[in-house]
Nanobody
Framework: QVQLVESGGGVVQAGGSLRLSCAASGRTFGSYAMGWFREAPGKEREFVAAISWNGGTTLYADDVKGRFTISRENAKNTVYLQMNGLKLEDAAVYYC?????????????WGQGTKVTVSS
């Protein structure tokens, strides 16, 4: 069972940047696709970005393309989400998750989330 711990959230002004990290336990981290999702108050959890097991393939939601970058360091069991040009609508709790069935598979093993607040 993979356990995930997100960090790096905080308060940032619109236009600013944050880098989120997701640390995973377990020896098989490098075998799994990883994803970032977010949940804003009153909204359903939504997909943000995903990365294949070796980092060779990435996917992004349309509204973060060109602003967010997902990456991973398998040697450190960590996946990152670099967020630039943050907008008010990016404010949410961000979660990472694992897909054992590839980048297009079902994601689970959610972490506790890290909160991102964007101020005007």
């Amino acid at each position: 069972q993979v356990q995930l711990v997100e960090s790096g959230g905080g308060v940032v002004q619109a236009g600013g940047s944050l880098r989120l990290s997701c640390a995973a336990s377990g020896r098989t981290f490098g075998s799994y696709a990883m994803g970032w999702f977010r949940e804003a108050p009153g909204k359903e959890r939504e997909f943000v970005a995903a990365i294949s097991w070796n980092g060779g393939t990435t996917l992004y939601a349309d509204d973060v393309k060109g602003r967010f970058t997902i990456s991973r360091e398998n040697a450190k069991n960590t996946v990152y989400l670099q967020m630039n040009g943050l907008k008010l609508e990016d404010a949410a709790v961000y979660y990472c998750a694992v897909s054992r069935a590839g980048i297009g598979g079902t994601y689970d093993s959610w972490g506790q989330g890290t909160k991102v607040t964007v101020s005007s």
